[in-house]
């Protein structure tokens, strides 16, 4: 590998924010710092947008003290785009590049990002200009390849946890049955974590429906049906991108109902339809007075003063990682080992190639559901809990001996 | 005053909870183990109800580590109830209250609350049977009236103004029309703590609409086009309570429009319907793609890990307060009293009568709402923000001077 160039980086933010993707381009700031093969340090306004705008700022510029409130802070700090862009986007992007004499770009997002890093480099190569594209991890969703899990999802279990576990013991103070509806469009992780905070046998969530396990209406309604008769309450976590065994989506099916009428396209998040269809559902059928249903939405990605510590150490530490691998090679995406579990739990960090990241997806493993296809499993939690850096303990006195 | 009698005390948490419902708790638990005329603490599990049952537990043998971890709990560790008891099931408690030798009464709830401990009382004069009847006030909605504000309040405003710094930043990442739809049926208070956390000129939320300033859809369309036009994005907080001129409350308007034919009654909280609804009249409108909306919901009174110091700290001493007030007075409500404000804030608890708390409510005043009806006033932030225990401070870079 030829020595590391000597010229201007940039670095962007990409797709929904999360707690911590600022953590990451503060970690790309601090590191860059000590390089001093990285001439500026660009901030790219709105990801790529921002980029074939020339709209940029300099990084380098910002201030420790304001650099460690932009570490806390959620959401993107220097804006996101949906733009996915296609070759002559990407075209766009590289003649800016070779105008500003930038060689190097850090990408903080999901897979779509991974695959903007991946045809930007392969362009790059073709045209005979040295560029080190690096994509650092990002997402709640907590579904890319490779890496064990991805910066963002801590913050948001822990988010989902707390929300459930005050949920549940408002459940119990006002018993009825509860839904609750968590992000996360094919992969079930976030939804899983509505059960991490669970410290007594008869805690909710009772019934967690993931993306990965469809289920009928009638297996729905019979499910929470046996846990009220036996509790006289039931607190279910739902994901927005729960199916039925056809194949259909439960929120696009909301949509097609004479009910919904109103509600235009399908739209998983921003809205409560699905969970307030549900919760008509049961009402129907189980005949029960108290039904409410509560969707998290943009809550779960952008709560302040909310982060994991641990997530955001971790996330600080991908941005931090993506500059020091491009002062050794050309592209990569950052990616996490762990490499200690539970009391020990401990991570490093690798590098690996934007291919086997780019444009691809992960689903929850097998083992982390349990066999009705209702619930998640210990193994689960041992995966996750350790993400969200440690939760709250709560008392609930109500099931106490009686005088 | 007669001396206080040797005798059993109850205590219970009635309506709907809140994040430091179970601090006033501890605090009445905690001060009655100092005074040996109380002899056993009960506690009544799910209120009233729980009384006539003699539903009890007994509250002393508790340790102070369990304590503390009920105080740190948000919703009521010893359940609640929505029963508003008359004349026959007020003659049962006291039947209760004779039986078991009970003559303290402590009631943590709202207005509804206060009025059963008139009501009680007064009955129990009427018996001559000696019964000393202490409501403690807890409301995430902050209507109740002679106390400066009530416990639970401060933490429902941090969440609220929490959620919505992380969704103006969301917001300012992938920029358009965004509506959270905040509690408070009859009173605007938690509603106006979503412009608390604004740090920069341009932060949302832009326009807030209160439950004590209808307006017309026509109004309130007007209103977020100008926003919008001017920033390019938009952030609306609504209170679920929120009327047009015509006296009918949006919410009921949305349930008997078509669209909504399957969302059964006029339920404010545990659905999304009324967000939804804004968010569909804005897209018709508008035109602007991308329009979501939240629902706050029960995550807003009953959320793990996340209290208002001051509220926390003051709900407890309302819980001390009342039994101390009890060993030198036959019944009361007890109230806070701000004596320092801004940096110097600080509070007083004394006691008023039932009565003058009893089945009243208070409204946001005047001075707290802009001319215009769709935002608060510097004097209600002045008022507000201290409940909270402070905000976190938050940084966005995308409007950073430009290279």
């Known amino acids: 590998m030829a020595n590391a160039p000597k010229a201007n980086a940039v670095v962007s933010q990409s797709g929904g924010p999360t707690g911590v993707i600022n953590a990451s381009l503060v970690g790309v700031i601090e590191e860059a710092k000590k390089h001093p093969e990285i001439k500026n340090?660009?901030?790219?306004?709105?990801?790529?947008?921002?980029?074939?705008?020339?709209?940029?700022?300099?990084?380098?510029?910002?201030?420790?003290?304001?650099?460690?409130?932009?570490?806390?802070?959620?959401?993107?700090?220097?804006?996101?785009s949906r733009d996915k862009p296609d070759d002559e986007y990407c075209k766009k992007i590289l003649d800016v590049f070779k105008k500003q004499d930038i060689r190097y770009f850090f990408y903080i997002g999901g897979n779509d990002s991974a695959n903007t890093?991946?045809?930007?480099?392969?362009?790059?190569?073709?045209?005979?200009?040295?560029?080190?594209?690096?994509?650092?991890?990002?997402?709640?969703?907590?579904?890319?390849?490779?890496?064990?899990?991805?910066?963002?999802?801590?913050?948001?279990?822990?988010?989902?946890a707390c929300a459930i576990m005050g949920d549940d013991l408002d459940n119990r103070a006002l018993p009825g049955i509860k839904i609750d509806c968590i992000m996360g469009r094919h992969a079930g992780f976030l939804t899983g974590a509505a059960a991490l905070g669970k410290q007594r046998d008869?805690?909710?969530?009772?019934?967690?429906?993931?993306?990965?396990?469809?289920?009928?209406?009638?297996?729905?309604?019979?499910?929470?049906?046996?846990?009220?008769?036996?509790?006289?309450?039931?607190?279910?976590?739902?994901?927005?991108?729960?199916?039925?065994?056809?194949?259909?989506?439960?929120?696009?099916?909301?949509?097609?109902?004479?009910?919904?009428?109103?509600?235009?396209?399908?739209?998983l998040s921003g809205t409560g339809a699905l969970a307030?269809?549900?919760?008509?559902?049961?009402?129907?059928?189980?005949?029960?007075?108290?039904?409410?249903?509560?969707?998290?939405?943009?809550?779960?990605?952008?709560?302040?003063?909310?982060?994991?510590?641990?997530?955001?150490?971790?996330?600080?530490?991908?941005?931090?990682?993506?500059?020091?691998?491009?002062?050794?090679?050309?592209?990569?995406?950052?990616?996490?080992?762990?490499?200690?579990?539970?009391k020990n739990y401990a991570v490093e960090l690798f590098r690996t190639e934007l291919a086997n990241v780019a444009e691809k997806t992960k689903s929850m493993p097998a083992e982390f559901i349990n066999k009705d296809g209702n619930g998640i499993t210990p193994a689960f939690v041992d995966y996750a809990l350790p993400l969200t850096g440690g939760l709250p303990k709560t008392e609930y006195l109500g099931n106490k001996p009686k005088i």
Request: proline share 3%; aromatic share 8%.
């Open 41 to 80: 340090l660009y901030g790219a306004i709105h990801a790529v947008s921002g980029i074939v705008k020339e709209n940029f700022i300099d990084l380098k510029k910002i201030s420790d003290d304001v650099l460690e409130t932009v570490a806390a802070s959620p959401s993107s700090a220097l804006g996101s």
């Open 117 to 160: 890093c991946f045809i930007i480099n392969n362009m790059a190569q073709q045209a005979g200009f040295e560029l080190r594209a690096f994509h650092v991890p990002k997402t709640i969703d907590n579904d890319l390849l490779v890496t064990d899990h991805c910066p963002g999802f801590g913050t948001a279990a822990k988010f989902v």
């Open 202 to 267: 008869d805690d909710g969530p009772h019934l967690i429906y993931l993306p990965e396990r469809p289920i009928t209406m009638e297996k729905f309604l019979a499910d929470v049906e046996a846990v009220y008769k036996k509790l006289g309450r039931c607190v279910i976590a739902v994901s927005e991108g729960i199916g039925d065994t056809d194949g259909i989506t439960w929120a696009e099916k909301v949509t097609k109902t004479d009910e919904r009428d109103g509600h235009g396209n399908v739209q």
């Open 276 to 342: 307030d269809y549900l919760a008509m559902r049961i009402k129907a059928k189980l005949k029960v007075k108290r039904v409410r249903a509560d969707t998290f939405g943009y809550l779960q990605r952008s709560f302040a003063g909310l982060q994991s510590e641990v997530d955001a150490r971790e996330a600080r530490w991908c941005g931090r990682h993506a500059v020091q691998f491009a002062s050794k090679d050309a592209s990569g995406s950052v990616a996490i080992k762990r490499t200690g579990t539970g």
